[in-house]
């Protein structure tokens, strides 16, 4: 089966700059999350979508990050402003309903915030 | 609340050494348990997993094995290559709500 695909691989902007991040899941998987990766840290959860629907962005800094899922496959991930301390990769994955299927991760987004 | 607790790396071993990574949780119910690997540069992969007490997830030569007495998950392998070399997470799966509870992760160097 194809993997989570995920672009762009690398992106570089300024302070203050806007950015977008795009996802493709694994086709029939329900659920998808974006995480946040600090180097040297673990994912950071920032929103848990079930088809189309929200399930958790309680750690998604509401003010300058959104996130969508339309029609429930794809999704992307946008910053705007963007602070120096978004420099991150920022990871995809999907997975189907049920707390035994494990996580499929793409290749994840390196920010840098310069 | 749940929580997942890694051995502190950077672990730094030989090539052909044992290698035991410790990993200990704390849950209420009956989670799922997984070890994850991130190669330099790359996503997250899943290495394996136990679904209930005493199951023994395995591969690619590494083991762990689901302790409910001692709430532990410790992934071993028996003989490291020097390809073995990245970061290792342990993470508890939430049976409210599908999310991951994930360990710090623990790097591993293996020398040649």
């Known amino acids: 089966e194809a993997g989570v695909a995920q672009s762009p691989r690398y992106k570089i902007i300024e302070k203050r700059q806007s950015v977008a991040f795009w996802c493709n899941p694994i086709?029939?998987?329900?659920?998808l999350y974006w995480y946040q990766q600090i180097l040297g840290q673990g994912p950071k959860l920032l929103i848990q979508?079930?088809?189309?629907?929200?399930?958790?962005d309680s750690q998604l800094p509401k003010d300058r990050f959104s996130a969508e899922r339309l029609k429930g496959v794809d999704s992307t991930l946008k910053i705007q402003p963007a602070k120096l301390e978004d420099s991150a990769v920022y990871l995809c994955?999907?997975?189907?309903?049920?707390?035994?299927?494990?996580?499929?991760f793409g290749n994840g987004t390196r920010l840098t915030v310069t | 609340g749940n929580s997942v607790t890694q051995m502190e790396g950077p672990v730094t071993l030989s090539e052909e050494a044992f290698l035991t990574i410790n990993c200990t949780y704390t849950?209420?119910?009956?989670?799922?348990l997984f070890w994850y690997v991130q190669y330099p540069g790359e996503g997250l992969q899943l290495l394996l997993k136990?679904?209930?007490a005493d199951d023994k997830g395995s591969n690619k030569g590494f083991e762990a094995t689901y302790r409910k007495e001692t709430t532990s998950f410790h992934l071993e392998k028996g003989s490291v290559q020097v390809s073995d070399s990245a970061v290792y997470f342990c993470?508890?799966?939430?049976?409210?709500?599908?999310?991951?509870?994930w360990g710090a992760g623990t790097k591993l160097i293996i020398k040649p």
């Open positions: 086709s029939g998987h329900a659920t």
């Open positions: 993470a508890l799966g939430s049976d409210s709500n599908y999310q991951l509870i």
């Open positions: 849950a209420t119910g009956y989670p799922s």
């Open positions: 136990a679904t209930k």
């Open positions: 994955a999907s997975s189907q309903a049920g707390i035994n299927s494990p996580l499929h």
């Open positions: 979508f079930q088809n189309n629907g929200v399930v958790d």
